[in-house]
Each structure stands twice: as C-alpha cells, then as structure tokens.
C-alpha cells in the first residue's frame, strides 16, 4: 500500500525557521509535492522534488532523499500568514501515458505564534 | 486563462437525493482529479482523468459515486442516494501536460448531507 507520514502539528514563533518533515513508502515514485492550505481554502502549489537535493524557492526550501524515502520542507523568517497545513504528496509512477496520481498526507497544522 | 472553478460552491442535501458536483478545469489541461477533504482530514483521493486513456477510478467510495468528464473539458461527480457520511468538501484539481505536472486545485464544493 500508499503511506505518507507527517507530523499533525507544529508550532514556532515569528522570524523563526521551521521543518516539517515527510516519510513515504509507495509502490513507484515519479514526483513529491508540498502544497499551503489555509484554513477553508483550497490547497496551493509549494514545491516539488523528483530529484535528490534541495530546491529554493524564496523562504521555501524542500529536500528529498529517494533512498531513504524522505522529504522535509523547510520555512525561513516565518510570518504569521505562514500559519496553515502543509501537506506533502507523492506521486506514483503512473500506466502508460498517465501521469500517476498523487498520495497524500494528512497534512501538518503549523502555527505561527508572535 | 482563469483557474479552476467549480460548483455549487456550497450544496445541502437531504439523505437519500442524488447530487451533481461540476468541476471546470484550467483550459489545455489534460488531466483532472477529485478528492474529498473531510472536517480536519487529508485529501482523500477519488478519482483520475487523463486524455484518452481509461480512468483511475480507484478511490471511489462506493458504487454511489461516480464521475464523467467531456474529452478533456467539464466533468461532473455524482453521488447517488447520498449519506450524512458524504458530507466532506470535494475538491477538483487539474494539471497540465508540462513541466512537474503540478495540481492546482479549484475551491472546492461543500457538501451537507442532512
């Protein structure tokens, strides 16, 4: 089977650095995706790793390690609006032309404190 | 263009109606996804389109649901004779046939089943 593994939750103060880590064990592997979701709003794009290494981008910073089947997400100089849930999701190698559907975690509710 | 959009935005419905969920997707994309987000749960994954090819229809619940899209335009979600269990945020997602095949998800549809 599928299996996304993150923290429920995680707190840290404005200005802080925060990281939310992933662990994932699936039957292929084509993509890790970190996405926001505010509160009642639909989640929203972050990141996405398909290599080993780190990818910036801006305050965001995401790692993965094929090997190990882990991936963290990294958030500098926290502000308050960074308060939301953050949800990692691996994508499967796909069938023929399909692109593979992605395999979500249950999401971290980080909250930024002032 | 403009981004994904769906509705109603919010439905109510007594047990046992059958309801129509619409999902719009972002013009060009050729994939198209449903989830469903209950109160203070991850995305659970229901069911995949992409192009031609038959869809992954592996997350669906129940018989009571299913879904049909138009080539790679509007498609639609129903749930038949619906339950207090049903009631979840459903949310559509499509993804281009470009770059990391990043999701970008519509608002979602807020389903009430009373």
């Known amino acids: 089977g599928q299996n996304i593994d993150q923290p429920t939750e995680m707190t840290a103060t404005e200005g802080a650095i925060v990281q939310i880590n992933c662990t994932y064990q699936t039957s292929g592997f084509n993509g890790l995706f970190w996405y926001q979701q505010h509160a009642g709003e639909a989640p929203t794009f972050l990141s996405y790793?398909?290599?080993?290494g780190l990818e910036e981008k801006g305050r965001f910073s995401s790692f993965l390690s094929r090997s190990k089947g882990y991936s963290y997400l990294l958030l500098k100089e926290l502000q308050m609006k960074d308060s939301a849930s953050y949800l990692c999701a691996v994508r499967d190698g796909g069938r023929g032309s399909t692109l593979g559907r992605l395999y979500f975690g249950r999401g971290t509710q980080l909250t930024v404190w002032p | 263009g403009a981004g994904v959009s769906q509705s109603p935005s919010n439905k109510v419905t007594e047990k046992g109606k059958d309801v129509e969920l619409r999902c719009d997707p972002i013009s060009g994309h050729t994939a198209l996804y449903w989830y469903r987000q209950r109160l203070g749960q991850g995305l659970e994954f229901l069911i995949y389109f992409q192009g031609n090819s038959a869809p992954d229809k592996s997350g669906l619940p129940s018989d009571r649901f299913s879904a049909e899209r138009t080539g790679e335009s509007v498609s639609t979600l129903t749930i038949q004779r619906t339950q207090q269990e049903d009631s979840a945020v459903y949310l559509c997602?499509?993804?281009?046939?470009?770059?990391?095949?990043?999701?970008?998800f519509g608002p979602g549809t807020r389903l009430t089943v009373t």
């Open positions: 790793n398909v290599l080993d």
């Open positions: 997602a499509s993804s281009s046939s470009g770059g990391p095949y990043e999701q970008y």
